[in-house]
């Protein structure tokens, strides 16, 4: 994973949690920085997966006759950002004649299209149902509330094969969602009028649906923040952190301390510098030292501090795990 440390770090007094002991609130001086965490995309691909076909298979909703091409073209938009090049196939591959009733492709069909487009996977939108509705009431404040609602339904297939030109695979993806849009004004008719008429409301709807879709697809980053703690006036830690010389401020805050509490603080520093560097097995760790020693300590600072460092492994702990 790529972490990549944002902006200058900014000192400021900050505590996770305030713990009461005998009436007298204690907190302990931090440093406060930011950084990107990537996340993988939801539906990933075999690394020579390039061009990716979007088929339409839809038969057109009445009151959306264009739904699928806006979905289609939408998840094509999305998808261009990404590592794939895409291309959509417009036209409609279904016969059936009923909205109700998908007509899947087979293993022969798909390989047949995805041949003769050249492309190493293919993403079909075998349905599509969007429905939106309204309605307006009267509130407690004697005002009218109009609200509209669009609601769709899709069902897709992922076909793309294991190896290149090798066997396809596929897999069945299913998207739902709802937007909503709501006004309040003195009449009912005021409370309407900024509400997108039903086709438009339904249009965006499906908009959204294969932006949505495509988003699975792409992976996404997080800013995350974290908290260090000033461990004395004379910190080569804190001085290569700043730095970002990660590794050098852990063999910094490697070194014996001047007391426990230090000690437990130095540890928890190296903890965040571990996780910038990518080594969370490590930043898991150095955090569970400072946790024991914490831990061993009986001050109110001591137990309040443990607090936020528990807080913090258990997000260590969740990357590790997902």
Same mark, same amino acid.
């Given at each position: 994973?790529?972490?990549?440390?944002?902006?200058?770090?900014?000192?400021?007094?900050?505590?996770?949690?305030?713990? @009461?002991?005998?009436?007298?609130? #204690? /907190?302990?001086?931090?440093?406060?920085?930011?950084?990107?965490?990537?996340?993988?995309?939801?539906?990933?691909l075999?690394?020579?997966?390039? $061009?990716?076909?979007?088929?339409?298979?839809? #038969?057109?909703?009445?009151?959306?006759?264009?739904?699928?091409?806006? =979905?289609?073209?939408?998840?094509?938009e999305?998808l $261009?950002?990404?590592?794939?090049? +895409?291309?959509?196939?417009?036209?409609?591959?279904?016969?059936?004649?009923?909205?109700?009733?998908?007509?899947?492709?087979?293993?022969?069909?798909?390989?047949?299209?995805?041949?003769?487009?050249?492309?190493?996977?293919?993403?079909? @939108?075998?349905?599509?149902? !969007?429905?939106?509705?309204? $309605?307006?009431?009267?509130?407690?404040?004697?005002?009218?509330?109009?609200?509209?609602?669009?609601?769709?339904?899709?069902?897709?297939?992922?076909?793309?094969?294991?190896?290149?030109?090798?066997?396809?695979?596929?897999?069945?993806? !299913?998207?739902?969602?709802?937007?909503?849009?709501?006004?309040?004004?003195?009449?009912?008719?005021?409370?309407?009028?900024?509400?997108? +008429?039903?086709?438009?409301?339904?249009?965006?709807?499906?908009?959204?649906?294969? $932006?949505? @879709?495509?988003?699975?697809?792409?992976?996404?980053?997080?800013t995350?923040?974290?908290? @260090?703690?000033?461990?004395?006036?004379?910190?080569?830690?804190?001085?290569?952190?700043?730095?970002?010389?990660?590794?050098?401020?852990?063999?910094?805050w490697?070194?014996?301390?001047?007391?426990?509490?230090?000690s437990?603080?130095?540890?928890?520093? /190296?903890? !965040?510098?571990?996780?910038?560097?990518?080594?969370?097995?490590?930043?898991?760790?150095?955090?569970g030292?400072?946790?024991? =020693?914490?831990?061993?300590?009986? /001050?109110?600072?001591?137990?309040?501090?443990?607090?936020?460092?528990?807080?913090?492994r258990?997000?260590?702990?969740?990357?590790?795990?997902?």
């Amino acid at each position: 994973m790529a972490y990549t440390q944002l902006i200058a770090l900014c000192r400021r007094l900050a505590v996770a949690c305030v713990l @009461l002991f005998g009436g007298t609130c #204690v /907190s302990a001086q931090q440093w406060h920085t930011t950084f990107e965490i990537s996340h993988p995309a939801e539906i990933t691909l075999p690394v020579h997966v390039s $061009e990716v076909l979007l088929v339409n298979n839809t #038969v057109a909703h009445p009151d959306v006759p264009m739904g699928a091409f806006f =979905t289609l073209m939408a998840a094509s938009e999305m998808l $261009e950002g990404s590592d794939y090049l +895409p291309s959509v196939l417009e036209t409609s591959q279904n016969t059936s004649g009923s909205l109700y009733r998908k007509q899947l492709f087979t293993y022969t069909q798909a390989d047949s299209l995805m041949s003769f487009y050249q492309s190493d996977a293919m993403l079909v @939108l075998n349905q599509q149902i !969007v429905h939106s509705s309204s $309605e307006c009431y009267l509130t407690d404040n004697e005002t009218y509330y109009a609200c509209m609602q669009a609601i769709a339904a899709t069902h897709w297939t992922l076909f793309f094969r294991n190896v290149h030109g090798g066997e396809i695979r596929t897999r069945p993806l !299913v998207y739902s969602d709802t937007l909503y849009w709501g006004n309040e004004a003195e009449t009912a008719a005021e409370a309407a009028r900024d509400l997108p +008429p039903a086709d438009e409301a339904c249009s965006e709807m499906c908009i959204y649906a294969g $932006e949505r @879709l495509a988003a699975k697809f792409m992976p996404t980053t997080e800013t995350v923040d974290r908290y @260090l703690y000033d461990v004395g006036r004379d910190d080569r830690g804190m001085y290569f952190f700043t730095r970002r010389q990660w590794q050098q401020a852990v063999e910094a805050w490697s070194v014996p301390q001047q007391s426990a509490l230090l000690s437990a603080y130095a540890a928890a520093n /190296s903890a !965040v510098a571990y996780e910038i560097l990518g080594d969370l097995e490590a930043a898991y760790a150095a955090a569970g030292r400072a946790l024991d =020693t914490l831990d061993s300590l009986r /001050s109110a600072e001591a137990r309040q501090q443990a607090v936020n460092i528990r807080y913090y492994r258990q997000q260590l702990w969740e990357r590790m795990a997902g």
